[in-house]
């Protein structure tokens, strides 16, 4: 089943904040990141695992919450490369590799 | 180190007619995903390889659809008797072993419209 994500778009001016969000009804092992400019691939932001670490890459960072099934992306100081739409995939347990993907969402930064 | 590739980039075919995608990997990974992406949805997961082993199929997945990974390198996914519902973007990921899990690194896509 795939996980849920919020909000479905976002729209942000240079420099503001945003968070993201990723919910599941099955417990998760890792959640990974990624994000899609139109007409590209998905390109690989970051992986968490179970244990709640937080990660960063740049001003983009994510937690892991495994008692909520859910972890957050944090879009902070946003800038314009940021626009994309952002989508997480689930892996429910270790070894499993598939990932089952939200619907994404959809950010635009505008200056 | 170049990235994960597919050919061809667009497709355009004809309801009943095969079709054939091919995927090149990242050089030695030895894990080959299927995905496949319809507008405003996130990749779908089709089937997956280790090696030149198919270990895993979706449910979703109907018998016109086949995989090939000969040899672990490159792959091919074969649609058969395409109809208008199989327009889409067929996704190709690659990975490695990792010491707890995979990235996935994704190639640009097939695109396929069936008219």
């Known amino acids: 089943q795939q996980p849920v994500q919020s909000p479905q778009a976002v729209i942000l001016r240079e420099g503001e904040d945003a968070v993201i969000n990723c919910s599941s009804s099955k417990a998760l092992y890792s959640v990974h990141w990624y994000r899609q400019k139109h007409g590209e691939a998905p390109v690989f932001l970051m992986i968490l695992l179970k244990g709640g670490e937080q990660k960063g890459h740049e001003k983009i960072s994510a937690s892991f919450n495994e008692k909520k099934q859910q972890s957050s992306l944090y879009l902070t100081a946003s800038q314009l490369s940021y626009s994309g739409t952002y989508f997480c995939?689930?892996?429910?347990?270790?070894?499993?590799?598939?990932?089952?993907f939200g619907a994404g969402t959809t950010v635009t930064v505008r200056a | 180190d170049t990235g994960v590739s597919q050919n061809p980039r667009h497709k355009i075919t004809k309801r009943g007619q095969n079709v054939t995608f091919r995927c090149d990997p990242i050089?030695?990974?030895?894990?080959l995903y299927w995905y496949r992406q319809t507008l405003g949805q996130g990749p779908e997961f089709l089937t997956y390889?280790?090696?030149?082993?198919?270990?895993?199929k979706s449910r979703l997945l109907s018998d016109r659809f086949s995989a090939e990974r000969p040899k672990g390198s490159f792959s091919t996914l074969e649609i058969q008797r395409t109809e208008q519902g199989d327009s889409a973007m067929y996704l190709c990921?690659?990975?490695?072993?990792?010491?707890?899990?995979?990235?996935?690194?994704f190639g640009p896509g097939t695109r396929l419209t069936v008219l």
């Open positions: 990921a690659s990975s490695s072993d990792g010491v707890s899990t995979d990235t996935q690194y």
């Open positions: 995939g689930t892996e429910i347990s270790s070894g499993d590799y598939k990932l089952s």
């Open positions: 050089s030695e990974h030895n894990r």
């Open positions: 390889f280790q090696n030149e082993a198919q270990l895993e």
